[in-house]
């Protein structure tokens, strides 16, 4: 049964990218995961590999990548969701697709960014070398409801497990109880920056994910040095930072999928060092957002309106009347945004603009995703 839903999923996920229905990284684990509910735990007893999860509201796909380079750079050999589909049919998808046929491919790692409620279900059918806990904040709240609620769901899967570790970001107050129901080695990171300056990357949260790789890196014994060495050509994840060139001018696109990423994302656009004269606001309420766009108005309004003063401000997606509404609340006043329900059409004018150089963009999930299909011709990879 095993090899039968191996080669399915190859089989979709071949159809998907040959017709350009998608990036092909969810319907092959969808169909798999439906045929073989078991492959999961097939799949752990075929391979003798060290599995790191990652999981939290914020910084799973930055840190994942992150814990991947360095390893990679080590030598190891490491598979990883790298699509950013963190469900179980993105993880299924992304062990079935690296999976050959004739004989074993020989594996270190499996690196995983975890949907903060898929966690306890995964930890169920595999048992990681590392967890990593980033943090826990208000997001998708018709989906998750509040941060107490996932942080009960994680403390149950916890609950008298000892055989990994644990690591955990020790400026989380709700974190502080979890070492009271689990009970194997607990190790802490913070948010240090004297490392974060010594890579390419920027804003203070990345420093975060940064320590948190390499505390996770240093269970294997990499260390410091190593790990800062191994990153000096590492590149942000899709969306989280990267730069693309479009049209003749340069369009930055920062992910801002709920209150936190938002606000962490104005604090690093109020830095004097990030130059930009133009800002993209584009905000969508599909399922995989979160239907509940209310927490736009968690959103820091003076950082906001700071952030928006002396730039064009352009605003779209399916919920654009709700942004321009908060914009306008915070401060921003309403001759000064332009609005479009067309995506494309709204990045051609700022691209056309002459006073217009540098746009930033700051998109929730899905609106990322539109955007750099218009950017790069593809969602994802």
């Not at 055989?163 to 009271?180: A, G, R, Y």
Request: hydrophobic share 40%; charged share 25%; aromatic share 10%.
């Amino acid at each position: 049964m095993f090899y039968l839903s191996l080669l399915i999923a190859k089989l979709v996920n071949v159809l998907i990218v040959k017709l350009r229905l998608g990036a092909g990284y969810t319907w092959p684990g969808y169909i798999a995961y439906s045929l073989y509910p078991n492959i999961l735990n097939a799949f752990k007893k075929r391979y003798s590999i060290k599995y790191i999860f990652v999981t939290g509201t914020n910084g799973k796909t930055t840190t994942s990548k992150l814990i991947t380079h360095i390893l990679t750079k080590e030598s190891y050999r490491v598979i990883s969701n790298k699509s950013g589909a963190n469900l179980i049919n993105g993880i299924v998808s992304a062990l079935l697709l690296e999976t050959g046929f004739l004989k074993k491919k020989s594996l270190d790692f499996c690196v995983l960014e975890v949907d903060e409620l898929t966690l306890p279900d995964l930890l169920s059918k595999i048992e990681p070398k590392a967890l990593v806990l980033l943090n826990l904040s208000r997001d998708q709240l018709d989906r998750y409801g509040e941060v107490d609620t996932v942080l009960e769901k994680w403390i149950g899967a916890l609950r008298q497990k000892r055989n990994f570790s644990l690591v955990m970001d020790s400026t989380q107050n709700e974190f502080h109880k979890i070492p009271d129901y689990f009970l194997g080695p607990v190790f802490y990171f913070d948010g240090d920056v004297s490392i974060l300056e010594k890579t390419n990357l920027i804003g203070d949260y990345n420093a975060k994910n940064l320590n948190a790789a390499i505390t996770v890196c240093g269970l294997f014994g990499i260390g410091k040095e190593r790990c800062v060495n191994a990153l000096s050509d590492f590149s942000v994840a899709y969306g989280r930072g990267e730069e693309i060139d479009y049209a003749g001018k340069k369009f930055r696109i920062f992910l801002a999928k709920n209150p936190s990423s938002f606000n962490n994302n104005l604090h690093l656009l109020s830095e004097e060092s990030l130059e930009y004269d133009s800002l993209l606001f584009v905000l969508n309420d599909e399922v995989r957002d979160g239907r509940d766009i209310s927490w736009i108005y968690d959103i820091d309004p003076q950082l906001l309106n700071n952030v928006c003063k002396g730039k064009n401000i352009f605003v779209t997606g399916t919920r654009q009347l709700e942004m321009c509404t908060r914009l306008v609340y915070a401060g921003v006043s309403s001759q000064l945004i332009k609005n479009d329900f067309s995506l494309k059409e709204i990045i051609d004018t700022s691209a056309s603009m002459e006073a217009v150089s540098k746009t930033v963009i700051l998109p929730n999930y899905s609106a990322m995703l539109e955007v750099r299909k218009i950017l790069t011709g593809k969602e994802i990879l």
